[in-house]
């Protein structure tokens, strides 16, 4: 009788400990700045909900936003604020027009499929590149891509020159620093959890540049989380 | 007057038996649902002329399967329902003998089966491939004309190209109906798998191998498209939807697709089998 209780009382430490490991393991998840969503403001514009998105991809997130990684390329937003958040998880009204502007202040990469170097699934598939309308870049010039493969959806991001003189160290880069301006429009359909991402190999010294922060989310890959 | 050693003896025949009918008949109702009705259940669907072989390939093998897992069912159920220890003293029980018949029996009726489906199995592969990777130098090759579509893998995305016009690349998959397609799948990365779900085709894409797979479109419909091989952080999310359609949709399709992309061909590399791409500046 006395070894039975021993037993069951063995059972449900183990079960207490497996649930507090869990507890631990859920509640690092959904408080990581990377992980949590960012709810972005909508307006309505004659019955229409508008989203504007400010984006900014950057060669180092740094020490203040992720002092475990400050080497890791990534992307932030900006909140209504000004202030620069490393959240890749962002909030979107279903059926609304977003008006997207990414300040990339990395230097190029490269792709590795030159696909990506033709803007798709956003109005007039084109982008505004430093204020002129681009329909293709140079697929060794890109640094980045912003893409939404559920909605078809592809931007590259040209990067700045080798040659800057005023490159962003690390993250949040003010825009007197060298960098790119890219301006675009897309429409979210239905509510879902789409995945979103780069495809350029840009996770420096990981093999095939896809290692680091391109297989962690909150750097160079989360969710348009649509509602 | 009966002896009490011939008792035991008799219900020991008896039980064989009565497993042996209900056996039997579970296996004959069974096995004739499976064949009737199997080919509009089983996967992977009838996208393709390979798919539909598959659905003959799973449903020969369910119902070869179907009197094995009926006899073992009303076996297990006889023994829990008929030998348990219903109080009283626990005895040894009679002593098993060997029975040459049986053992003739069991090596006949298993090696029969296996040496049927090894056959059956041969047969099918060899026919077309069944929608399987062949690697660069398939076997089976089927005769007559045949559409190339290239497959490229990438983390995390599938992407086509149509090297018969202009080496158009496009994310999206579209086939004409009632064609036969030469798939040539490959990777730019790590090891991603191919599988068109309904159309009975699933080929591993390496980089630097060009995997081939044949499949032959039935009429219009759509499709799924899924990574089958764990390749990163964004393998749960690497699938999209493919479609057949008819010949003239194709055509106009294509049509489009080279219009969207037109300014990009000046810098899609020249149609390969396979790719080494460059550069990679930041990668290790």
């Known amino acids: 009788m006395r070894a039975t209780g021993f037993k069951v009382l063995g059972v449900a430490i183990g079960l207490a400990a497996a649930g507090l490991l869990i507890g631990l393991y859920v509640s690092k998840l959904t408080t990581d700045n990377g992980s949590a969503a960012y709810t972005v403001p909508v307006q309505t514009q004659g019955g229409h909900k508008v989203v504007d998105l400010s984006i900014e991809t950057v060669a180092a997130v740094g020490p203040q936003f992720s002092p475990a990684h400050p080497d890791y390329v990534s992307y932030l937003v900006r909140d209504t604020q000004g202030k620069w958040l490393r959240r890749t998880v962002w909030r979107l009204p279903a059926n609304a027009t977003v008006h997207v502007t990414i300040y990339n202040f990395d230097s190029a990469s490269g792709l590795r499929n030159p696909l990506y170097a033709r803007p798709q699934g956003v109005d007039g598939n084109s982008f505004m590149l430093d204020g002129k309308r681009t329909v293709v870049i140079d697929p060794n010039d890109t640094s980045h891509t912003f893409a939404v493969p559920a909605y078809g959806l592809v931007i590259p991001l040209s990067g700045i020159p080798d040659s800057a003189k005023h490159p962003c160290g690390y993250a949040p880069c003010a825009l007197s620093l060298d960098h790119r301006t890219i301006t675009f429009t897309f429409h979210t359909g239905k509510a879902g959890h789409y995945r979103w991402q780069c495809f350029v190999p840009c996770a420096a010294g990981w093999i095939d540049g896809f290692g680091g922060p391109m297989q962690t989310i909150g750097y160079m890959d989360g969710f348009l989380d649509v509602i | ?284």
């Open chain 2, 1 to 284: 007057m009966a002896t009490p050693a011939s008792k035991p003896s008799a219900e020991r025949a008896d039980h064989g038996k009565r497993v042996l009918i209900v056996g039997a008949a579970l296996s004959v109702v069974s096995t004739v649902l499976v064949a009737v009705l199997g080919g509009r259940f089983l996967p992977p669907g009838n996208g393709s002329v390979q798919a539909t072989g598959q659905v003959l390939d799973n449903t020969v093998m369910l119902a070869i399967v179907t009197p094995v897992i009926a006899g073992l069912t009303v076996f297990f159920v006889y023994v829990l329902s008929q030998f348990r220890h219903r109080g009283g003293a626990l005895v040894d029980g009679p002593p098993l003998r060997d029975d040459s018949r049986v053992r003739v029996w069991w090596l006949v009726v298993t090696s029969t089966t296996v040496l049927f489906l090894a056959g059956f199995g041969t047969y099918e592969l060899l026919q077309n491939g069944s929608g399987g990777g062949q690697g660069p130098n398939p076997i089976a090759v089927p005769a007559g004309p045949k559409l190339p579509v290239q497959v490229i893998a990438q983390q995390w995305q599938f992407t086509y190209r149509y090297p018969t016009y202009g080496g158009l690349e496009t994310p999206q998959l579209v086939l004409p109906a009632n064609t036969y397609v030469e798939l040539h799948v490959t990777s730019l990365d790590a090891i991603h798998s191919f599988w068109a779900v309904e159309l009975g085709v699933k080929a591993d894409a390496n980089p630097g191998v060009d995997n081939i797979a044949f499949v032959k479109t039935n009429g219009p419909s759509t499709f799924h498209v899924r990574c089958a091989e764990l390749c990163g952080l964004w393998h749960g999310y690497m699938f999209n939807n493919g479609r057949v359609v008819p010949e003239a949709q194709f055509t106009a399709w294509v049509k489009s697709q080279q219009r969207d992309f037109a300014p990009l061909l000046k810098y899609l590399p020249k149609y390969s089998t396979s790719y080494f791409p460059d550069p990679q500046r930041r990668a290790g």
